[in-house]
Nanobody
Framework: QVHLVESGGGLVQAGGSLRLSCAAS????????MGWFRQAPGKEREFAAT????????DYAGSVKGRFTISRDNAKNTVYLQMNSLKPEDTAIYYC???????????????????WGQGTQVTVSS
């Protein structure tokens, strides 16, 4: 069982930056793939970024590539999402997700994740 708690969301102007954090419970964090997904009003949840167990491999949705950076600190059981050059279309609830123990490799597939946080709201004003 993994409990995920996101933080760092808020209101920011277009062009600004935010850093999301996701703190995970449990002793197997370092063996799990981690991901960030987002859901805008009236839309389905979509993949944003993923990172493998060690942090050596990452992948991004095309819409955020070059602006967002995912990273992790296994000593702190925490994964981060640095979001720069934010746009109004980035407005969404952002969810942290964890794969099963030993999942390891990065993945953008929704079904590759077993545990989800409660989400944190990011609002970008124009």
């Amino acid at each position: 069982q993994v409990h995920l708690v996101e933080s760092g969301g808020g209101l920011v102007q277009a062009g600004g930056s935010l850093r999301l954090s996701c703190a995970a419970s449990g002793r197997t964090f370092s063996t799990r793939r981690m991901g960030w997904f987002r859901q805008a009003p009236g839309k389905e949840r979509e993949f944003a970024a993923t990172i493998n167990w060690s942090g050596s491999s990452t992948d991004y949705a095309g819409s955020v590539k070059g602006r967002f950076t995912i990273s992790r600190d296994n000593a702190k059981n925490t994964v981060y999402l640095q979001m720069n050059s934010l746009k109004p279309e980035d407005t969404a609830i952002y969810y942290c997700a964890a794969g099963p123990p030993g999942s390891g490799t990065a993945s953008g597939a929704y079904r590759a994740y077993d545990y989800w946080g409660q989400g944190t709201q990011v609002t970008v004003s124009s």
